[in-house]
């Protein structure tokens, strides 16, 4: 008998969702992009400074990268799981929100680009009160970093 590993949030009727887990990676993407931008290139000819240079360039690009994945990930949780022809009746815009979220996690991670990071986390703060809204809820935005 072969035994298979699987993992999935949630295609099982657990009812646990909340967009709170697409808004954290939301912000430490926009969080890496701003230290992507504020890095500042060292002279060529010295190579250890370059060296570290360049070594926390890359780190800052692969966190980016990671947590542009991780949003994209978490919000098609959301998009595809949770939501249910109801909500796009009484939210006709749903589609459109998502996908245009999706896109900008696409985008974050082609480029550094503050003002996409920055978009994304806008989409995602209209998607955590559309979602609250369908529960009835008044949950408040907030965020880790201030």
């Not at 109801?86 to 245009?100: G, I, K, R, S, V």
């Not at 806008?122 to 609250?132: D, G, M």
Request: net charge neutral.
């Amino acid at each position: 008998m072969k035994i298979s590993t699987v993992s999935a949030h949630c295609d099982g009727p657990c009812g646990i969702y909340d967009p709170a887990s697409a808004r954290v990676p939301a912000e430490a993407l926009l969080s890496m992009t701003h230290k992507l931008l504020e890095l500042t290139p060292p002279k060529a000819e010295d190579a250890t400074a370059h060296a570290a240079y360049l070594n926390t360039f890359s780190r800052y690009v692969a966190i980016k990268e990671s947590q542009a994945e991780l949003t994209k990930n978490e919000l098609l949780i959301l998009w595809t799981d949770y939501f249910k022809p109801p909500h796009l009746e009484a939210h006709p815009q749903l589609h459109d929100l998502f996908w245009t979220a999706a896109k900008l996690c696409s985008a974050c991670k082609q480029e550094i680009n503050h003002d996409k990071a920055t978009a994304l986390l806008a989409k995602v703060k209209e998607i955590h009160t559309l979602f609250w809204a369908t529960k009835g809820r008044d949950v408040p935005w907030v965020t880790a970093a201030g």
